[in-house]
T-cell receptor, first 114, second 114 residues
């Protein structure tokens, strides 16, 4: 069974559209994250979500909004997509929000904005 | 703020060669340190970690020692294989613009030739 899964794997869309990426973890973890990997492979944290507490990286535009219907899911909604949003988005989870906890990553969603 | 610097690739080696990928960090206190590996088309997987100074993390023949005096966490392997070809990310746990999570280096693309 896949520990952290994301759908879709690929997403191609036009500028200005609104899209969502889904993430589910079956590990029973308390904390989930979203990361963005740009074209140069540079990874940057966007959000961490722990026990209904959302912590946002201040550099993330408010067009991005994570939504968690339950502990096992953290979906990413993006409004008014821009060319610069093209990237690979990774969801991750960890047992707790602690620095010694291993993060488990999903396979990624490659978003292409035309 | 926190930052991780690692040698940028690609690094090309022959099979059975000795591998070193340098990683240094800047952070307050003594954060936990990690190496993650990303195989082509896949998400990131934890390779090894160290949570305090002088700890050595090891896995699959890879090793890295947490050196607080030089703020380094260099990755080494005595004899690489073609299957080790991947992108390797050094990371530390810390705050990224307010969101607690992993701060990554830019990744080192490793290519092993038979």
């Amino acid at each position: 069974d896949t520990a952290v899964s994301q759908t879709p794997k690929y997403l191609v869309t036009q500028m200005g559209n609104d899209k969502s990426i889904k993430c589910e973890q079956n590990l029973g973890h308390d904390t989930m994250y979203w990361y963005k990997q740009d074209s140069k492979k540079f990874l940057k944290i966007m959000f961490s979500y722990n026990n209904k507490e959302l912590i946002i990286n201040e550099t993330v535009p408010n067009r991005f909004s994570p939504k968690s219907p339950d502990k096992a899911h953290l979906n990413l909604h993006i409004n008014s997509l821009e060319l610069g949003d093209s990237a690979v988005y990774f969801c991750a989870s960890s047992l707790r929000q602690g620095e010694t906890d291993t993060q488990y990553f999903g396979p990624g969603t490659r978003l292409t904005v035309l | 703020g926190n930052s991780v610097t690692q040698m940028e690739g690609p690094v090309t080696l022959s099979e059975e060669a000795f591998l070193t990928i340098n990683c240094t960090y800047t952070a307050t206190g003594y954060p936990s340190l990690f190496w993650y590996v990303q195989y082509p088309g896949e998400g990131l997987q934890l390779l090894l970690k160290a949570t305090k100074a002088d700890d050595k993390g090891s896995n699959k023949g890879f090793e890295a020692t947490y050196r607080k005096e030089t703020t380094s966490f260099h990755l080494e392997k005595g004899s690489v294989q073609v299957s080790d070809s991947a992108v390797y990310f050094c990371a530390l746990w810390g705050s990224g613009g307010g969101a607690d999570g992993l701060t990554f280096g830019k990744g080192t693309h490793l290519i092993i030739q038979p």
